[in-house]
């Protein structure tokens, strides 16, 4: 995954910048770019949507609850 962004961005830099190769060796911007990645926090997409969907549960069930509770009030 990280590596997979670092060669996106790569990517967009030589894009923008035709003689980004002579000014940013791939191998120095590679390493930096991964440096700087690791250190965020990010999950991957898998552990996000398991997250979701726990979220959705929870959400359903405390929607059932107060639905409850405003029927047993009445």
């Known amino acids: 995954m990280l590596k997979d962004m670092a060669q996106r961005l790569l990517d967009e830099l030589h894009a923008q910048l035709p003689n980004a190769a002579q000014l940013l060796p791939k191998r120095e911007l ?3 770019l ?7 926090d990010l999950v991957t ?5 398991a997250q979701t969907a726990v979220l959705q549960r929870t959400r359903q069930k ?3 609850l107060e639905q409850e509770l405003e029927r047993l009030e009445k």
């Open 30 to 32: 590679d390493i930096a």
């Open 45 to 49: 997409r898998e552990e996000f949507d």
């Open 34 to 40: 991964q440096a700087a990645l690791a250190r965020l």
């Open 62 to 64: 405390l929607e059932a």
